[in-house]
């Protein structure tokens, strides 16, 4: 079993295997189960994502409380137009992750990636990037064990609980994990992976969780889209052959502490950053004060 | 280790908005409900910290009534709960408690049917993984960062004995063990922590041991 990235590199440059192997290795170990028992879970795992990021592009998603849901179907539109600056590759991957996110909030079903509030990030990169690689379907399944072994890693070293290391840990690792399964898709090598999680997770650190009356959607759904965005970018980076300065393991360990001394009122207590403004306190007033009425 | 599968990070499949407090809470339901071995006739949940605050926002009573009804956290079912529940004759009652907890998602379960009782303490630790903390009123003393299977059985002589030859037999190692009962001769409880992952078919087999009523695992 591999506890560091450097661990999970050095077994797969040994064996000659990617990392995602290195996963599913570890999981038969690990579980005592078949490997096609294992692939089938997260072939199941990879169909729950696609019907929801179909979900929230094609249907007219909105949360309970009303704050979220419809951005996924308004950025796919703008896609259309040909105007876009940032190119349909990225703003694909971006939509995607929104739709997720809004299904989500509105109760849907989705798989948490590491979390559920930071689900749209994997999922939005993957089907994002599906158009341009055209990765078989083994190859899909793959990635998510890659994105797997890196977040594997951050959630043993330091955290992927927003209450516990802000939202660096979460959307930060989705982001971080899908960099890194990006680079492998697009068949980048295991050090490279490992470059991509850490450029992805530099830019993410000091991340607060500041939810708009504690609920999974303002700012989280944006978070998720932009982690796409980054994760991307990232893998491009590292597939140049860029190198992160600070080791990958390093970068997590630099998130675990700057997660416990991060001030609680920026972990998902809804008491500091956007859910502090006047309209965050607006906001949360308006949803609560309705629902308290009706309560039991 | 606390996290030892690839399926705690991609995963769980579930109904939205929180894997905390909503997959977590759905999960300790579930336990409670599979620890108690029956639909409940009554449940009164405590909540604490951050689930006091902010159940309504995340389905946090809808996820553990969800759990209590034996619904899976992919189940959508869930989004009902509170309707089935009554349909189904189980009474929920909440309460928002100020105490501080050690950890901020935490919720205090006490399932009834006649004269059958059973309280949990469960935690919501982040990515959808529980802790059960408590049981019946004793502290349960699991490190939370190994396997953990519960096993509720009949109080007789050999029931100890045959669970650890299972485990002995797959070359799990037992690295913590209670035992409880209610009252003498009636229903026990065994929470078992092992070094090894204990899977499916191995708690189905120690669940058709005889005397076994119940295996609940906490992955």
């Known amino acids: 079993m591999f506890r560091t990235v450097a661990e999970l590199l050095q077994i797969a440059e040994t064996e000659k295997i990617p990392i995602s192997e290195v996963m599913i290795r570890m999981e038969i170990e690990e579980s005592g189960r078949s490997r096609e028992d294992i692939m089938e879970q997260m072939g199941r795992n990879l169909e729950v994502m696609e019907k929801a990021v179909e979900r929230g592009i094609n249907e007219n998603i909105r949360s309970r409380s009303g704050l979220t849901g419809g951005d996924a179907k308004l950025i796919q539109k703008y896609m259309e137009s040909g105007k876009t600056l940032s190119g349909d590759t990225l703003l694909d991957a971006v939509s995607k992750a929104v739709s997720t996110n809004e299904v989500n909030a509105a109760m849907g079903k989705i798989c948490a990636t590491p979390t559920a509030g930071s689900a749209g990030v994997v999922p939005g990169v993957l089907f994002g990037l599906k158009p341009k690689l055209n990765p078989s379907r083994e190859a899909m399944i793959r990635f998510l064990f890659t994105a797997g072994a890196f977040g594997f890693v951050v959630a043993n070293n330091a955290s992927i609980s927003g209450a516990a290391g802000g939202c660096q840990a979460e959307v930060g690792s989705a982001t971080g994990m899908a960099a890194a399964a990006a680079v492998e898709m697009a068949g980048g090598t295991p050090e490279q992976s490992a470059h991509a999680m850490a450029i992805a997770l530099k830019n993410m650190l000091g991340l607060i969780c500041d939810p708009v009356a504690g609920l999974v959607e303002v700012p989280c759904v944006m978070r998720n889209a932009m982690g796409a965005a980054q994760a991307i970018v990232a893998a491009d980076i590292a597939l140049a052959g860029v190198k992160s300065v600070i080791p990958c393991d390093e970068v997590i360990e630099a998130m675990h502490v700057v997660g416990r001394r991060m001030p609680t009122i920026y972990k998902e207590t809804a008491e500091g950053g956007l859910a502090a403004t006047p309209t965050g306190r607006r906001l949360a007033e308006k949803i609560f004060g309705s629902q308290t009425s009706s309560g039991r | ?219």
């Open chain 2, 1 to 219: 280790m606390k996290y030892r599968s690839v399926f705690d990070i991609i995963g769980p499949v579930m109904v939205g908005p929180s894997s905390s407090h909503t997959a977590g809470a759905a999960r300790i339901g579930r336990v409670a409900r599979h620890l108690f071995g029956t639909l409940p006739d009554k449940v009164t949940i405590y909540l604490y910290g951050s689930f006091a605050k902010t159940y309504k926002g995340h389905g946090t009573d809808i996820a553990l009534v969800g759990g209590l009804l034996d619904f899976d956290t992919f189940d959508d079912r869930i989004v009902k709960a509170l309707t089935l529940a009554e349909e189904m004759g189980m009474e929920v009652t909440f309460h928002e408690e100020a105490v501080e907890m050690e950890h901020p998602n935490t919720a205090r379960l006490v399932l009834e049917k006649g004269d059958e009782k059973l309280e949990v303490v469960g935690v919501s630790i982040g990515g959808g993984k529980i802790e059960i903390t408590e049981l019946n009123g004793y502290t349960l003393r699991l490190s939370g960062n190994q396997p953990a299977i519960f096993v509720v059985h009949r109080d007789q002589y050999g029931a100890i004995a045959k669970v650890a030859d299972v485990l002995a037999k797959h070359e799990i190692n037992i690295s913590y063990m209670e035992v409880s009962r209610r009252a003498k001769g009636r229903t026990a409880l065994m929470v078992i922590e092992t070094d090894q992952t204990v899977s499916q078919s191995i708690c189905e087999e120690i669940k058709h041991l005889p005397g076994m009523l119940n295996v609940v695992t906490l992955d």
